[in-house]
């Protein structure tokens, strides 16, 4: 999961294993999150809202008192009524609110959110969030692709999700060459690596990126936290 914190709201960009911990450790209580975006239904994007939701439900000396809202990406309600029928109705919190996203751009009362689909195995959203001048785009699962571009353009931070090493290169997933290619499209100041899979610590990943583009570039670890 990434947070964000806007100054009035709370977001996180997906909710994968252990997120829920986490945040607790950062200082965040999962009672006050207040928007989640889920970019696509894969189980690594998805399944610490389980016990996120449960423990919304049923908070330890705490309560929750704002609106929480999920939103999605198509077929999003679907899956999260499956996941409460089978959990019986305790990913139910008070203040729940699920949505589809079914439109580009929503504004909330201190940001905005621009989504665009992303090339991935299922359908997954690339997710651009604004805020006071300030911008962050958080690539999800996906290959390159025109639509990262456009939404990259000159951010301040890009998330991108890179996989794979290029002899490895999946589809539906980014490696260093997709990478260099969507930061000089885009010219993002900063870009942090994530969704790095065991072979990417083998070698110099941010070595093989770096001489080619002009954004500063890091590679992304486990409660790392980040000023803009």
């Known amino acids: 999961g990434y947070f964000i914190d806007t100054g009035k709201n709370k977001t996180l960009f997906d909710c994968g294993n252990g997120t829920t911990w986490k945040l607790e450790h950062l200082g965040e209580s ?11 239904n894969h189980p ?14 049923y908070p330890y000396n705490r309560k929750r008192t704002r609106k929480l809202e999920i939103w999605g ?19 139910n919190p008070e203040f729940l609110q699920v949505h589809e ?24 959203l690339i997710y651009r969030i604004e805020c006071g001048g300030k911008s962050v785009v958080y690539s999800a699962d996906t290959d390159y692709c025109k639509n990262l571009a456009v939404l990259s353009k000159q951010t301040d931070l890009l998330i991108a999700e890179c996989s794979m090493t290029d002899d490895k290169k999946v589809k539906g997933h980014m490696s260093p060459k997709d ?3 969507v930061a000089n499209e885009a010219k993002p100041k900063n870009i942090v690596l994530t969704h790095l899979y065991p072979i990417c610590d083998e ?16 590679k992304a670890h486990d409660m790392m936290e980040l000023n803009l």
């Open 101 to 124: 996203l079914e439109q580009s751009v929503y504004e909330f009362n201190d940001f905005t959110i621009i989504n665009k689909p992303g090339n991935h195995s299922i359908d997954s």
């Open 73 to 91: 990406p198509p077929g999003f309600m679907d899956f999260y009524s499956a996941l409460n029928n089978i959990y019986n109705d305790w990913l």
């Open 30 to 40: 999962y009672t006050e999150i207040t928007h989640i975006f889920i970019s696509h």
């Open 203 to 218: 070698v110099d990943i941010i070595g093989q990126i770096r001489p080619h583009i002009e954004s500063d570039i890091i």
């Open 179 to 181: 990478i260099i290619k």
């Open 44 to 57: 690594d994007h998805t399944a610490d809202l389980i016990p996120f939701l449960f423990a919304n439900k």
